[in-house]
């Protein structure tokens, strides 16, 4: 059990009760709000001066008061709640995600900001369920943060009375309702308001130990469940990351089926192809984000779910230090426990109020860690199934990719062989082509050579025949001719003469 002393507020002058192990750390005063460090040395030997006594100092509780003391304690003692609200979170969850967006903005060429802002809608509904988590567990944090400022709080002075007793209990309330208003709605001033309020009913101190013992499981549970919605956003998380593997699987499949409908277009089977690895970086890359981001808050979620379970024990040390211990029905010597602590009659009080409920607790914890075992062996199996399933699925769509790469490359192999063996014709219809080009311009030379010497032996014959005719025109000029009669036996000669003559247009 820890030992609480008490000590004055350096800057309010109010009474703080704190436990031992607080010495020398630094903690916010709940009166006045500022920052107070807890003195090193022993507390319990700080003075402190003008406390009211038993009798005199303490303040008249009116009748009114009095009427009234039960609904101030029905109303507060319901008040404690680890709850935050889901609306303020969601608006700071907003906020959040709009400022994570444009910080990655600047990244958007790399892969960072590429997951945010190229990878569909997944991402932003990862973002907005991992901000909202954040937010919550930012308020749990300022809640935790309060309700440790409250634990240092002096709620029931040994000035107003040593033991608590149904003559002291207006007292203690009315000092309760002196408290800081932000106070009354801690785990600390709950607990002591619904002891108070069941000693005053009861008047059993067994009783109200086995009451406080609920009130401290009821509290346990209450601060399991405040994270209950952090855990649906956790789990929410790899769910929302396997639909985007999912959805980007489905869009890869869609482009293959597309780049072998338009295998024979080069430009259309680069775009489809673009379109395969566009889906299966959706895919990856949105389980990735959606794991990083369940890892981020799960980490918080502990500590701070560990830090308020610690609260709550602290709250039960206080209670059973400076309440339990405290309390005095006048049965079976109250008066003696009162004054000199513990007795053996209220321990025996205490332990036959345990002993009722011990049996039934065993049997609730081994409930609970048979559940618990189940659950966890449930949720691994559940895990391993779908991890197999995921994995044989990705195995499956491998194996299928494989298939109709290699199918779709023996196609391009196939169309690559025709294309050459084409080329290959076109290459011997050519030389072909080209071998009776060079035949025939071999033919068309020997024919314009044949040509050309039959005109040259044409025109040497003719040039010949010109020279004689010029030498006879010329002989004919230096002569001159003499016309005789020709006897009948010499007009064939001269006819053919003529005829020659004529021929070369003399007559």
């Not at 997944?122 to 309060?146: C, D, E, G, N, S």
């Not at 409908?261 to 775009?271: E, P, R, T, V, W």
Request: charged share 20%; hydrophobic share 40%.
């Amino acid at each position: 059990m820890p030992t609480f002393s008490k000590f004055l507020c350096p800057h309010c002058s109010k009474t703080l009760k704190v436990p031992e192990e607080l010495a020398g750390k630094t903690r916010t005063c709940p009166y006045c709000r500022e920052s107070i460090r807890i003195p090193g040395n022993s507390l319990s030997t700080l003075g402190l001066t003008n406390f009211p006594s038993d009798t005199g100092d303490v303040p008249n509780i009116s009748p009114t008061e009095k009427s009234t003391s039960a609904t101030l304690l029905g109303d507060e003692a319901d008040s404690a709640s680890s709850d935050v609200s889901l609306i303020l979170s969601g608006l700071i969850a907003l906020g959040l995600s709009v400022a994570i967006f444009l910080a990655m903005l600047p990244f958007r060429s790399n892969m960072l900001g590429q997951i945010f802002w190229d990878r569909g809608v997944i991402p932003y509904w990862l973002t907005i369920v991992f901000a909202w988590a954040l937010a919550i567990l930012f308020l749990k944090w300022l809640h935790i943060k309060r309700q440790k400022e409250a634990m240092l709080l002096d709620v029931l002075p040994t000035e107003i009375s040593e033991e608590i007793n149904p003559k002291s209990l207006d007292k203690f309330v009315h000092h309760i309702r002196e408290l800081p208003g932000s106070s009354s709605k801690s785990y600390l001033i709950n607990r002591v308001l619904r002891g108070i309020e069941h000693f005053r009913v009861r008047k059993s101190a067994a009783e109200t130990v086995t009451m406080m013992e609920s009130q401290s499981s009821i509290d346990i549970n209450n601060v399991t469940g405040s994270y209950s919605y952090v855990k649906v956003f956790l789990w929410t998380l790899p769910i929302l990351g396997f639909i985007g593997t999912v959805l980007g699987l489905s869009v890869a499949v869609a482009s293959l089926a597309a780049s072998l409908a338009a295998a024979s277009d080069m430009n259309a089977l680069k775009g489809a192809m673009n379109a395969v690895f566009a889906g299966l970086a959706t895919a990856f890359d949105t389980t990735l984000l959606a794991l990083i981001m369940s890892v981020v808050i799960k980490i918080p979620m502990s500590a701070l779910q560990k830090s308020e379970e610690d609260l709550i024990t602290s709250v039960d040390e206080y209670c059973n230090e400076n309440f339990l211990r405290r309390l005095n029905d006048g049965k079976e010597g109250g008066s003696e426990r009162g004054a000199g602590g513990s007795t053996s009659a209220f321990r025996e009080a205490v332990e036959a109020a345990m002993g009722t409920h011990h049996a039934e607790l065993e049997k609730w914890l081994a409930k609970l860690d048979s559940i618990g075992g189940k659950l966890t062996t449930q949720m691994s199996e559940s895990w391993e199934k779908v991890a197999s399933r995921f994995q044989k699925h990705q195995l499956d769509f491998a194996a299928q990719l494989r298939e109709q790469q290699t199918a779709h490359q023996q196609q391009l192999h196939d169309q690559l062989q025709q294309m050459a063996q084409a080329a290959q014709a076109i290459q011997s219809t050519l030389t072909t082509v080209a071998t009776q080009t060079e035949q025939m311009q071999n033919s068309v030379n020997q024919s314009f050579s044949t040509t050309q010497t039959h005109l040259q032996t044409q025109f040497q014959g003719l040039e010949s025949g010109l020279s004689s005719l010029n030498n006879v025109l010329v002989k004919l000029g230096e002569q001159s001719i003499v016309i005789q009669q020709m006897p009948a036996a010499t007009e064939t000669s001269k006819r053919r003469r003529g005829g020659w003559l004529g021929s070369l247009g003399w007559k």
